[in-house]
């Protein structure tokens, strides 16, 4: 049984509980809460086929994978909604977080905030990812790392040089693609003092600048494959390399980390083989239960540079900022939208959240909903789980205080119900359509003029 608060007297079946997971172990969470939610709220029971069954028996309207129902099975990567109240986004983890050893401490961090390196999240795929970039900067070898277009990659070569020997050294940053073309090999190693003409100054070049420290060279794959081979002797164990223009040899004591989101078979083979250690950083639809987080945390930071934002969505408790105003209709959405640009497309949706959100709450706005279209999913009905038959552990829809409803919550009804103002209506628990329609009026929201003259 899920509900709000604790067990009571005539629960018949177990209370689920809220528990937070990290490599020490598991953590309770305090009780539910919330006005909006029964203290009998829904049934859940595991299939002999690995599924979850789910039966509403509370007050509050349920949605899986955004669409109305009463009951229904769920799987990994499907989400349950209680209407403006609560997001369940179904998972299948192991029991344990496999990490290495050093991160089996307790973190230095709060549940849910930035680690000491900027990373967010709590997911299987975070911990595994934060594991991996401790052992390869502990290695010492050079490091290639993967993922696509946004996951992060940067953020990921900046730990691996803060959590390695290297960290008090300097840490060099370039795009491969945005070398000039014919100049690479000065950007890399440098010119002397008057090559290529008279009076030109001397030049470290991005090699002699990383003497000591870390070399993140992104977009590696889109370096040609002559210029990999120039980089050969470099990445060996001496860093040898020649200025242009300088007969001399010198030698750059450094670690390159290079990144890339094309397949590793654009690389040359021998190119890849000084690249002793991989890292593959894992993009949102592979972390999708970290969005809530990543999304409050884009959200602070924004309000960190606009008093305004700060007022607007988030509530103060002394010189600590509560948790932000986020709409649930807009962090399901979130949930299911599948990302091809990941967190930078993250913090886009966000933006245009703020920019179209008319009140106090982060909402998943029509221009939004335009963008996200995630896909309703495939929600199946189970025999054994019927309708609500049992008159002693039922508690009837209520109707909604309809002057408690914001502009917010009617919008995003409508948005859930597809436009539909019957089914909005049913969602928001008011007695019929026309009841919304009044709200609707009342808040300026225009809706289809066609279901009005339904008989």
């Known amino acids: ?19 937070r997971q990290r490599p020490v172990g598991w953590a309770a969470m305090p009780l539910l809460e919330g006005p909006r939610i029964s ?14 069954a789910v039966r509403s028996i509370g007050r509050c309207p349920l949605l899986i994978n955004g669409a109305p129902a009463t009951h229904g099975l769920v799987k990994a990567g499907d989400t349950l909604t209680l209407h403006n109240a609560l997001v369940l986004f179904v998972v299948r983890r192991r029991w344990s977080l496999e990490v290495i050893q050093s991160l089996k401490e307790a973190p230095r961090f709060s549940f849910g905030d930035a680690d000491a390196h900027g990373i967010v999240g709590e997911s299987p795929a975070v911990w595994a990812l934060r594991s991996a970039l401790a052992f390869a900067a502990q290695s010492g070898n050079h490091v290639l790392v993967r993922g696509e277009s946004g996951a992060g990659k940067e953020l990921a070569a900046r730990a691996i040089h803060a959590l390695s020997r290297r960290r008090a050294g300097v840490f060099v940053a370039r795009n491969a693609a945005t070398f000039p073309e014919g100049l690479v090999d000065a950007e890399l190693f440098g010119t002397a003092r008057g090559y290529p003409n008279v ?29 990999q081979a120039d980089l050969l002797r470099v990445l060996d164990r001496d860093g040898e390399y020649q200025r242009l223009g300088e007969s001399r040899v010198r030698r750059s ?21 000084r690249f002793m250690i991989t890292v593959s950083v894992p993009g949102l639809p592979d972390r999708r239960e970290d969005i809530p987080l990543l999304l409050r945390h884009l959200l602070a930071a924004a309000a960190l540079e606009s008093p305004e934002l700060t007022e607007r969505f988030f509530e103060r408790r002394g010189d600590r900022l509560a948790e932000p105003r986020i709409a649930p209709a807009l962090i399901e959405a979130l949930l299911r939208h599948p990302y091809t640009h990941h967190l930078r497309e993250l913090e886009r949706l966000m ?31 189970d025999p054994r789980v019927g309708p609500k038959t049992d008159p002693g552990k039922t508690i009837p829809p209520q109707p909604s205080d309809s002057g408690s409803l914001g502009r917010s919550e009617i919008e995003a009804a409508l948005v859930a119900a597809q436009g539909s103002v019957t089914t909005a209506a049913r969602l928001l628990g008011l007695k019929n359509r026309f009841a919304l329609y009044r709200l609707m009026k009342r808040h300026g929201i225009a809706g289809p003029d066609e279901e009005a003259n339904e008989g």
């Open 1 to 19: 049984m899920l509900g709000r608060g604790g067990p009571q007297p005539q629960d018949a079946a177990p209370r689920l509980t809220f528990h």
């Open 39 to 52: 203290r009998l709220e829904l049934e859940l029971a595991p299939t002999p086929d690995g599924l979850l």
């Open 199 to 227: 009076g030109s100054p001397e030049r470290p070049g991005l090699i002699g600048e990383a003497d000591g420290g870390t070399l993140f060279l992104d977009e590696i794959g889109g370096l040609p494959p002559h210029l």
């Open 253 to 273: 004591d450094l670690r390159v980390i290079a990144a890339t989101n094309r397949p590793v078979e654009s690389l040359k083979h021998d190119f890849l083989a």
């Open 351 to 381: 933006w245009i959240a703020l920019r179209s959100s008319h009140d106090n709450f982060l909402s998943l706005t029509p221009d939004l909903s335009a963008l996200l279209r995630p896909d309703a999913g495939d929600v199946k009905t």
